[in-house]
């Protein structure tokens, strides 16, 4: 495969996320999946950090989002970091499998400057630990390593209250942040009052969203002081949507559109 030589070091590239994490605007990070995507995404001029979709990396490898070898991730992580060149990339990592310090030690080896990496709701202590073995890995390593932690406080809440939700995770944002994290990642559909309430008991640029449809957009979380906004499987499900779209339409005796971008 070809490839993009980074001019910048494993470490400048890390300290240039976390600026982009807490500069003004929020960023965007648009998730890729394989070297392909990273490459379309890339092209663009906007293009700030890069940011792996484990869900869909997976779904690549015939997986079920979360059952994906780690081995298998980090390879096709590699490819990716590789045909970045010093464009920072940030991978989702799950729940950072059984040895959460480990898996970012190798992660870092790939060239990963940043990483989303799951509580799933265990007890705060022991996701506590588990954060504060990652930025010990990192520390090791010598990287100041972009770590984006993510609480499950509402993909996993069930059926209790969102009050008892917001305040989950504001409790959870916050030790993450002192046991070294970046910032704190919220998954979920969260309306303007939802997301200003984290923010204000997280921090400003200390919040990271997942765009989703029925979710604010990038700009009006921003206007609330939010970090970050990526986009997870979903970039994923519209090229799979298109494809599936374009497939019915041949299979109805139609053309492929004169328009078509040669993108690989």
Do not use: C
Not at 216 to 228: C, D, F, K, Q
């Amino acid at each position: 495969m070809t490839t993009d030589t980074p001019s910048l070091t494993l470490a400048e590239r890390a300290s240039r996320l976390r600026e982009l994490h807490a500069a003004s605007d929020i960023l965007r990070v648009v998730n890729v999946w394989d070297v392909v995507s990273a490459r379309a995404v890339l092209a663009l001029p906007e293009t700030r950090a890069i940011a792996t979709a484990g869900h869909s990396i997976a779904a690549s490898f015939g997986y079920d989002d979360g059952a994906i070898p780690l081995e298998t991730t980090l390879d096709m992580v590699s490819r990716i970091v590789r045909a970045a060149g010093d464009v920072p990339v940030t991978a989702d990592l799950d729940d950072g499998y059984a040895d959460p310090g480990e898996t970012v030690r190798r992660a870092i080896g790939v060239g990963v400057v940043g990483a989303n990496v799951e509580d799933r709701l265990r007890p705060l202590d022991e996701a506590v630990a588990r954060v504060a073995a990652i930025t010990a890995a990192a520390d090791a390593e010598g990287i100041p390593f972009a770590l984006n932690a993510r609480t499950d406080a509402f993909v996993r809440a069930g059926g209790r209250p969102v009050e008892e939700s917001i305040a989950d995770a504001i409790e959870r944002g916050r030790a993450y942040l002192e046991a070294g994290a970046d910032v704190v990642f919220v998954p979920g559909i969260l309306d303007a009052a939802v997301a200003g309430r984290l923010v204000e008991g997280i921090g400003e640029r200390k919040v990271s969203v997942i765009g989703l449809p029925g979710a604010l957009t990038a700009a009006e979380y921003e206007a609330l002081g939010v970090a970050r906004i990526s986009y997870g499987p979903t970039t994923q499900r519209v090229a799979l949507t298109a494809l599936q779209d374009l497939a019915q339409d041949l299979y109805a005796d139609g053309a492929i559109a004169g328009t078509t971008r040669a993108l690989n």
